[in-house]
């Protein structure tokens, strides 16, 4: 081989060996300027690639919400190629470091997939209350227009009576208006067998009034006698039957009714010639057929407050209103 080959290859070993040892000194020199750490490489290590994620500036698409109203976002990553590769450096902490560059795309608030649409669980109605046979107690007031015409009174001790008119029957009518306000008081006790059923129903009632004085002529006494007619008072007791029903705490209810009545009147008889011989009681009794129609509310608990009509239409005939406070208690008891 030539002189001049061999002084060639001395020569390139000369400046590899040069560029071995100076290159990793300027490199040194390169990463303290720049306050790196240095981290010496031993030629056997071995180099593993490391991957940095280095984020790029965000495209936002959903509008800007307060920092503290802003929902965490959802983050897309799209990876591209490497764009730099670097082999061991002296300037890394790890041999071999890989650059690759991501794309993080804010697309708004993250939103959890739509939940199953389901029916709402139909609400279970309360079982109805089952119905139980109740006895009703009630005390009432009770007021009436009634007419005592027609009745046919009778004196009721005529041993008593003057002889004038001790065998006379006595008809309210001849006053001229046989008609009286009787107001007084009513207890019944009533059964309730069935919802729909109201009864049967036992009615006791005790009423008063006054003719105020009214005067008449017996049919059959002499012109010269004369009656004056007073205080009146009726007795009553009643049975009923009839149906009833109740929206809610409001019921209304129908009865037909059957009944005895006893009536008795105070009267003064008077003689022209002889002046006043005396006050007697005139009675009568009758059957009563009538209906009764009304309302109830409940107040609570086995409280009704009631309201009826009554009709009357044998006996003391005529209209009336009672009203009463009821107790149903389970019949049970």
């Known amino acids: 081989?030539?002189?001049?080959?061999?002084?060639?290859?001395?020569?390139?070993?000369?400046?590899?060996?040069?560029?071995?040892?100076?290159?990793?000194?300027?490199?040194?020199?390169?990463c303290a300027a720049a306050a790196l750490p240095i981290a010496p490489i031993a030629p056997t290590e071995t180099t593993a690639p490391v991957l940095v994620t280095l984020p790029s500036p965000s495209v936002?698409?959903?509008?800007?919400?307060?920092?503290?109203?802003?929902?965490?976002?959802?983050?897309?990553?799209?990876?591209?190629?490497?764009?730099?590769?670097?082999?061991?450096?002296?300037?890394?902490?790890?041999?071999?470091?890989?650059?690759?560059?991501?794309?993080?795309?804010?697309?708004?608030?993250?939103?959890?997939?739509?939940?199953?649409?389901?029916?709402?669980?139909?609400?279970?109605?309360?079982?109805?209350?089952?119905?139980?046979?109740?006895?009703?107690?009630?005390?009432?007031?009770?007021?009436?227009?009634?007419?005592?015409?027609?009745?046919?009174?009778?004196f009721d001790g005529p041993d008593g009576v003057a002889a004038v008119v001790r065998a006379l029957r006595v008809d309210p009518s001849g006053t001229g208006d046989a008609h009286v306000i009787l107001g007084g008081v009513s207890i019944a006790v009533s059964g309730r067998p069935q919802p729909w059923l109201r009864g049967p129903e036992l009615r006791l009632s005790l009423g008063s009034g006054s003719f105020d004085g009214r005067t008449l002529t017996p049919a059959g006494a002499p012109?010269?006698?004369?009656?004056?007619?007073?205080?009146?008072?009726?007795f009553r007791l009643e049975g009923a039957f009839g149906v009833q029903h109740s929206f809610g705490p409001l019921g209304f209810f129908a009865l037909g009714r059957i009944g005895w009545?006893?009536?008795?009147?105070?009267?003064?008889t008077q003689e022209a010639r002889l002046g006043d011989l005396g006050e007697e009681t005139l009675s009568a009794h009758r059957a009563e057929l009538g209906t009764t129609v009304g309302v109830s509310l409940l107040l609570g608990g086995v409280w009704r407050l009631e309201a009826a009509w009554r009709r009357t239409f044998t006996g003391a005939t005529g209209d009336g209103l009672l009203?009463?406070?009821?107790?149903?208690l389970p019949a049970d008891e």
């Open 1 to 30: 081989m030539p002189a001049t080959t061999h002084h060639a290859l001395a020569l390139f070993a000369i400046v590899a060996l040069l560029s071995a040892a100076i290159a990793p000194r300027y490199a040194r020199a390169q």
């Open 60 to 154: 936002t698409t959903a509008p800007r919400l307060a920092a503290s109203e802003a929902p965490a976002p959802a983050e897309v990553v799209a990876a591209a190629e490497p764009i730099i590769v670097f082999g061991a450096s002296p300037c890394a902490t790890t041999p071999a470091v890989v650059v690759q560059q991501s794309v993080v795309v804010n697309v708004g608030p993250a939103q959890s997939p739509p939940r199953a649409m389901s029916s709402p669980e139909p609400t279970a109605e309360p079982a109805p209350t089952p119905f139980e046979p109740a006895v009703a107690l009630e005390f009432g007031g009770l007021g009436e227009r009634a007419d005592f015409g027609g009745l046919g009174f009778t």
């Open 223 to 234: 012109n010269d006698v004369s009656l004056a007619l007073g205080s009146v008072l009726v």
């Open 261 to 268: 009545g006893a009536y008795f009147v105070s009267a003064r």
């Open 323 to 328: 009203l009463g406070l009821s107790a149903e």
